[in-house]
């Protein structure tokens, strides 16, 4: 026998008849159409661009370098989609900060934020937009960095 004995019979009550738990706890009107869905949670792996663990002074938090080519109308959901995920994993603060290469497409007052509500669960996400066009190229050269040079001519000021 289970160890968990009010665990099994709920698990199987909710099993065979779903309609009538739910009606118990009000949690849907008469007539409505149940449909179990599997028990075990998992979603297809995405892949960031890049996120990094930050730590200050014992304070960690995950910064998270999303790059696009140019803005596209759907980057706030897919932020929001990495961001709760990399919190999933990590149990630690997320920052999101975009870059985008081009102005193609950028709309003069980008969203930088993202509010769902769905039911009971509430998610706000709050990202940085960084547009390379208006980054100085001349900051880039300064680092002396090789690595930096490829974005310089889409940089600001890139023609001087």
């Known amino acids: 026998m289970s160890k968990k004995p009010f665990d099994d019979a709920f ?3 909710a099993e065979q008849d779903a309609e009538v738990l739910l009606r118990l706890l009000d949690t849907i009107p008469p007539g409505a159409t149940v449909t179990p869905l599997p028990r075990e949670i998992s979603i297809q792996a995405l892949l960031t661009d890049q996120p990094y663990e930050i ?3 014992g304070q960690k938090h995950i910064a998270h370098l999303e790059a696009q080519t140019h803005y596209e109308s759907d980057l ?3 932020v929001a989609d990495y961001d709760i995920r ?3 994993k990590c149990r630690l603060p ?6 985008v290469f081009v102005p193609t497409g950028m709309p003069k007052d980008a969203p930088t934020s993202l509010s769902i ?6 998610l706000t996400v709050r990202f940085q937009i960084a547009c390379l066009w208006r ?3 001349r900051r880039a050269l300064e680092m002396k960095s090789e690595s930096l040079l490829p974005f ?3 940089m600001e000021g890139s023609k001087e």
């Open 117 to 122: 509500e769905a039911g009971g669960v509430s």
């Open 94 to 99: 997320v920052y999101t900060y975009v870059l």
């Open 76 to 78: 706030p959901y897919r």
């Open 152 to 154: 310089v001519p889409l």
């Open 11 to 13: 698990k199987d009550l």
């Open 86 to 88: 990399l919190w999933l």
């Open 55 to 57: 730590d200050v002074a």
């Open 135 to 137: 980054i100085p190229a």
